[in-house]
Structure formats: C-alpha cells, structure tokens
C-alpha cells in the first residue's frame, strides 16, 4: 500500500519539543511535479485536517499564524524526508500530524500522534 509515513510523535509537556519526520514513497514522484511543495498538516480531535506548515523546493517556507515562530518545516531531498521541528509546544497543538505534497494530497499514512499535556 502506497502511503507517507509519518513518525516521531509522542507526548510531551507544555513548552516541550519534538521533531516529526516523514518519509516520502518513491513511487510518487511520477505522479508529481519535479518541483514540488511539501506540507504538514494536523487534525486535532474531533476536527478537520488543516495544512500547517508548507515547504517549496525552492526553499520557502509558509506557516499558520497560530504556529509561526515555533514550528520550522525542512526537507532532506536526498532521503526522500520532510522534517517538522515543533518547539514551545502547547496543550492547543495536539492532534494527529500528516504530510504531504501540496500538488498531490492523496496516499495518506496513518499520522504521528503529538499530544501535550499542560
């Protein structure tokens, strides 16, 4: 089965920190533009999936207001990995982490759970 592979969640305490990674399925890359956009998104309890962090191959960068600042998204193009580094964490930031290509948005993996305590 085709999917992204998300891992390095967990729990941590308000103000804590955690590096999510995610593994891109090389079958993808023919379904996809040679320049594409990286993305994670979350879906905290009981709400919609929504884009947090985006990452272009060209280098830039695009944040929500409610984790700029904090979250720094990444990616090694040699892995095949995108990286989400989540400091100053906050009790609002649980949920189920997701990544994706922008362009594609398709082949969901399971997620990673982040879930902090007050």
């Known amino acids: 089965q085709v999917q992204f592979v998300e891992s390095g969640g967990g729990v941590v305490q308000s103000g804590g920190s955690l590096r999510l990674s995610c593994e891109v399925p090389a079958i993808i890359f023919s379904q996809i533009p040679n320049t594409y956009s990286m993305g994670w998104y979350r879906q905290p309890p009981g709400k919609e999936r929504e884009l947090v962090a985006g990452l272009t191959s060209g280098g830039n960068t695009r944040y929500k207001d409610f984790v700029k600042g904090r979250f720094t998204i990444s990616r090694d193009n040699a892995k095949d990995t995108v990286y989400l580094q989540m400091n100053s964490l906050r009790p609002e930031d649980t949920a189920v982490y997701y990544c994706?290509?922008?362009?594609?948005?398709?082949?969901w993996g399971q997620g990673t759970q982040v879930t902090v305590s007050s």
């Open positions: 994706n290509v922008l362009e594609l948005e398709s082949y």
